[in-house]
């Protein structure tokens, strides 16, 4: 048993058969495209988590960064006061040693004038 085609059976099937292909990658573009919505929607989420992220870090940051200059501060404000208070407490080694010889020269002239007291 013979199969015969005519031409406009041969032209249906064509046209069938581009109709199913067209259709096939139309589907499969639809695809590709929904796929890549939802990457982009999830990239997007991900991008402005992370921006949350690096905010919070960076504003940690800067409020470390103030109080580390409030600490700063205070160090310096103490360092200040001790240099104001230093000279009352502390007595440099020259200083003493002068000191020390007006005493004794003074005592050296007590004694010598007790000596020419004693003496006469």
Excluded: C
């Excluded at 495209?33 to 991008?47: G, S």
């Excluded at 921006?51 to 360092?79: I, P, S, T, Y």
């Excluded at 001790?82 to 007006?102: F, M």
């Amino acid at each position: 048993m013979p199969i015969q085609f005519e031409l406009w059976h041969l032209i249906y099937v064509t046209i069938a058969f581009m109709g199913m292909v067209f259709a096939f990658g139309k589907l499969l573009l639809w695809q590709f495209d929904k796929r890549l919505d939802e990457r982009f929607v999830a990239q997007e989420k991900a991008r402005i988590e992370g921006m949350g992220h690096w905010d919070q870090r960076f504003n940690n940051f800067e409020n470390e960064l103030r109080d580390a200059g409030k600490e700063w501060r205070r160090v310096e404000r103490e360092l200040m006061d001790l240099k104001v208070e230093l000279p009352n407490l502390y007595v440099r080694r020259e200083d003493y040693v002068r000191n020390q010889t007006v005493i004794e020269s003074k005592l050296d002239a007590i004694h010598q004038a007790q000596r020419k007291g004693a003496l006469q």
